[in-house]
């Protein structure tokens, strides 16, 4: 059963500040303590579906799991022991290094490493893919590219901050060390992909293609990932409309159409469409989501590719939401199918419920255009 995640509006309150009737709030009960299952348990679960299976996946992903509590465990004490700000440095972007950029990036690594399965990482905070192998010279099978903190801006003023994670499995007949060649696949040959959102609570979400999305929150009482968003679908149609509207004037005609389409009133005076705009791809992406919107970074002027990196931040979010439901495109390509030839390449996106990334598309191809009122 697909956990219920019904657009609704996050002001649907009754005057006594309880959620009113048919809210998430009133969908969702409040987890029961004592019959939860923990992110390990479930992985252990899926496994023994899978003839054959080794165990090799099911322990890159309690490494994952692991390096996510630690990087947690940094960013709930970083406004103590001063790691918040600016290293001073630049990476590979040309953006300034945040001090929790490069911590996240190396607890990612040291887990990864230690965990022997994953024989490659390509990470936005390092210019080239690092080769990994454990101290006995062994090579495990997964490859993976991550955005170890996305939306690090935010981390000074206390925002929800995140990682993204996509996984691949090292080529068939692939000979040597693996280089960044063996990760420069589509987004269609991800084996799983998923995020951490460090926001009010830690959740982690992830699917591994199977039709399912699941959202695990931490219980930090107990150090573990609890099972709280079994079965995640997105609603086909949504309220909400994320994106930077400061660069309107750098737009392309057809998605200044679509946005003002959006802000126009209904026959009754109502306004459908509300923005909502963190400025943190996982927070926006993980709200919309769950409460169904689109979430567009587009080409402009001055970034014909837009801003977001297709390998690490467009790929897996696009994979996670297509098995929720959603669908993901750059505005005429569909992300999964686009062919990569850089590790850091950039992508517009356009991302979230299926029916709002369709209508986008048909404004941004010019297909339709905003009627004259
Ligand atoms: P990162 O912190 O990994 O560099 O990513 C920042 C991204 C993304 O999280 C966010 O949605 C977007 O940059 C915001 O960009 P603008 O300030 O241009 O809107
Ligand atoms: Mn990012
Ligand atoms: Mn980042």
Redesign the pocket.
């Given at each position: 059963m697909a956990t219920s995640t019904g657009a609704s509006s996050d002001d649907e309150m009754s005057t006594d500040g309880q959620p009113s009737a048919g809210t998430e709030g009133a969908e969702r009960p409040a987890m029961d303590l004592g019959d939860f299952k923990t992110l390990e348990q479930f992985i252990i679960e899926r496994q023994k579906g899978v003839p054959h299976s080794t165990g090799a996946f099911s322990r890159l992903l309690r490494d994952i799991s692991v390096a996510a509590k630690i990087v947690n465990r940094d960013m709930r004490t970083a406004g103590l022991i001063d790691v918040h700000g600016s290293t001073g440095e630049v990476?590979v972007?040309g953006?300034v290094r945040?001090k929790m950029?490069a911590l996240a990036h190396r607890e990612f690594v040291l887990a990864l490493r230690r965990g022997g399965e994953c024989c490659l990482i390509g990470s936005?905070e390092h210019a080239e893919a690092i080769p990994l192998a454990t101290t006995e010279g062994e090579e495990g099978d997964y490859i993976v590219l991550l955005?170890p903190?996305?939306?690090?801006?935010?981390i000074d003023v206390n925002v929800s901050?995140?990682t993204?994670f996509s996984v691949y499995r090292l080529p068939e007949r692939w000979e040597g060390k693996p280089t960044v060649k063996a990760a420069l696949q589509p987004g269609t040959r991800q084996v799983a992909a998923g995020y951490v959102v460090y926001g009010s609570s830690t959740m982690l979400v992830y699917t591994t293609g199977t039709g399912e999305v699941n959202g695990f929150t931490l219980d930090p009482s107990i150090g573990e990932f609890l099972l709280s968003h079994p079965d995640i679908s997105t609603p086909d149609e949504g309220k909400i409309y994320?994106?930077?509207q400061?660069?309107y004037e750098s737009w392309g005609d057809g998605l200044k159409d679509y946005v003002r389409w959006m802000q126009q009133p209904d026959e009754e005076g109502k306004h459908p469409f509300k923005t909502r705009?963190?400025?943190?791809?996982?927070?926006?992406f993980h709200r919309n989501l769950l409460k169904g919107g689109i979430?567009i970074?587009p080409a402009t002027r001055n970034s014909p590719s837009g801003?977001?990196?297709l390998m690490y931040?467009a790929n897996p979010m696009a994979m996670l939401v297509e098995q929720a439901g959603g669908a993901a495109t750059d505005g005429h390509t569909r992300i999964l199918e686009k062919s990569p030839e850089k590790l850091h390449q950039r992508t517009p996106l356009f991302i979230g419920s299926k029916e709002m990334v369709e209508t986008a598309g048909t404004f941004v191809q010019g297909e339709r255009e905003l009627e004259a009122a």
């Open positions: 990476n972007q953006e945040q950029d936005e955005d903190l996305d939306g690090s801006s935010n901050v995140g993204i994320s994106i930077n400061a660069y705009y963190i400025g943190s791809f996982v927070s926006d979430y970074y801003k977001l990196r931040e």
